[in-house]
């Protein structure tokens, strides 16, 4: 006799209870923040498709990462945009370069905040793709060598960890030989192991001034149609070297966060892409749903589905709402 005897209502009947009965919690510290920093002083320029979202300078990033640390958000991973671009990238692998200034920065003024670094070319080339463009083609193995140089630069400025985002094949272990060669064995390396090539990247686009100046980016990320490929990926990548994984989008991958969960037993990363958080801004600011809400229920869901640590541009205001 399942009813009346067995009342699953019961245990939500006040706030108090939902909490005691509640499977899945949030933390601040488990929130990863992207900041894009930009040359200049004294600037936050918004992002127009990410409200309140800014391009920063190093000084304002400073201020911001003094607020993201008494927040107690779990650190900041850092997008550069140069003053100049180049076909080689160079300002990626620059020890002078807007990042690696950025990393000195930030760790002389707040240095218990941890910073990640994102490792890839696309912000800093003049094509705006990934790696070494040959005859119209990104050359896989060429492009290694810049990987190694931008993580060993960043780590040797002061980054607490290095996250390659390119998708190029043999990236973790370059950067991992690099790394150790360079003497900085205990560094880790959280790998975009399953990066898709989605349209919820758009808004990314404006904010680090990366789309690429021809075609796309879909012969080197993955196929959105494809989940045991994603494994794949994550186990090579596992193989060579890297610390932590992740699975970029979040939330219309969640299958993937959940296989992924199942599979590996070392800490899971989502990022919840621009387009995730664009969405949900728009729709807030055109009154068709509550922006607290959605901002916590797509975090919770996040960590429902296996995230150990979630990237979200909401994690300053998601800290806020956890602290009351």
Same mark, same amino acid.
């Not at 245990?11 to 920093?37: D, G, Q, V």
């Not at 140069?82 to 760790?107: H, L």
């Not at 922006?291 to 800290?319: H, N, Q, V, W």
């Given at each position: 006799?399942?009813?009346?005897?067995?009342?699953?209502?019961?245990?939500?009947?006040?706030?108090?209870?939902?909490?005691?009965?509640?499977?899945?919690?949030?933390?601040?510290?488990?929130?990863?923040?992207?900041?894009?920093?930009?040359?200049?002083?004294?600037?936050?320029?918004?992002?127009?498709?990410?409200?309140?979202?800014?391009?920063?300078?190093?000084?304002?990033?400073?201020?911001?990462?003094?607020?993201?640390?008494?927040?107690?958000?779990?650190?900041?991973?850092?997008?550069?945009?140069?003053?100049?671009?180049?076909?080689?990238?160079?300002?990626?692998?620059?020890?002078?370069?807007?990042?690696?200034?950025?990393?000195?920065?930030?760790?002389?003024?707040?240095?218990?905040?941890?910073?990640?670094?994102?490792?890839?070319?696309?912000?800093?080339?003049?094509?705006?793709?990934?790696? &070494?463009?040959?005859?119209?083609?990104?050359?896989?193995?060429?492009?290694?060598?810049?990987?190694?140089?931008?993580?060993?630069?960043?780590?040797?400025?002061?980054?607490?960890?290095?996250?390659?985002?390119?998708? !190029?094949?043999?990236?973790?272990?370059?950067?991992?030989?690099?790394?150790? &060669?360079?003497?900085?064995?205990?560094?880790? =390396?959280?790998?975009? #192991?399953? &990066?898709?090539?989605?349209?919820?990247?758009?808004?990314?686009?404006?904010?680090?001034?990366?789309?690429?100046?021809?075609?796309?980016?879909?012969?080197?990320?993955?196929?959105?149609?494809? #989940?045991?490929?994603?494994?794949?990926?994550?186990?090579?990548?596992?193989?060579?070297?890297?610390? !932590? =994984?992740?699975?970029?989008?979040?939330?219309?991958?969640?299958? =993937?966060?959940?296989?992924?969960?199942?599979?590996?037993?070392?800490?899971?990363?989502?990022?919840?892409? #621009?387009?995730?958080?664009?969405?949900?801004?728009?729709?807030?600011?055109?009154?068709? !749903?509550?922006?607290?809400?959605?901002? !916590?229920?797509?975090?919770?869901?996040?960590?429902?589905?296996?995230?150990?640590?979630?990237?979200?541009?909401?994690?300053?205001?998601?800290?806020?709402?956890?602290?009351?």
């Amino acid at each position: 006799m399942p009813f009346p005897i067995h009342r699953p209502r019961r245990l939500r009947t006040t706030e108090a209870m939902r909490s005691l009965a509640c499977e899945t919690r949030l933390h601040p510290a488990s929130f990863i923040l992207p900041l894009f920093i930009c040359p200049g002083e004294g600037i936050r320029r918004p992002i127009s498709s990410m409200p309140p979202q800014c391009q920063l300078s190093i000084d304002t990033a400073v201020e911001e990462c003094r607020e993201i640390h008494a927040l107690g958000i779990g650190g900041v991973i850092l997008f550069g945009l140069p003053a100049t671009k180049d076909e080689c990238g160079s300002e990626g692998y620059d020890d002078n370069g807007i990042v690696q200034r950025a990393i000195r920065a930030i760790k002389s003024a707040v240095p218990e905040l941890l910073i990640i670094t994102d490792v890839c070319n696309c912000e800093y080339t003049s094509h705006g793709h990934c790696g &070494k463009v040959v005859d119209g083609y990104v050359d896989n193995d060429a492009t290694l060598e810049w990987l190694a140089a931008g993580a060993v630069s960043h780590v040797r400025a002061g980054a607490d960890m290095v996250a390659p985002s390119d998708m !190029m094949d043999g990236r973790v272990a370059a950067i991992r030989t690099a790394l150790d &060669k360079n003497g900085y064995l205990t560094t880790p =390396i959280l790998a975009y #192991s399953a &990066k898709y090539a989605s349209v919820f990247y758009g808004p990314f686009r404006e904010a680090a001034e990366s789309a690429p100046q021809f075609g796309d980016r879909r012969s080197y990320q993955m196929d959105p149609a494809n #989940s045991r490929e994603a494994m794949r990926e994550i186990e090579l990548d596992l193989e060579e070297g890297a610390d !932590m =994984i992740m699975v970029k989008p979040a939330m219309p991958y969640l299958d =993937i966060v959940r296989q992924a969960r199942d599979r590996f037993d070392v800490p899971l990363c989502v990022y919840q892409v #621009s387009g995730e958080y664009s969405m949900i801004m728009a729709a807030a600011q055109n009154g068709w !749903m509550d922006e607290e809400r959605a901002m !916590m229920e797509s975090l919770t869901c996040l960590r429902r589905a296996g995230a150990d640590l979630i990237i979200t541009y909401f994690a300053k205001p998601a800290a806020r709402v956890l602290g009351r």
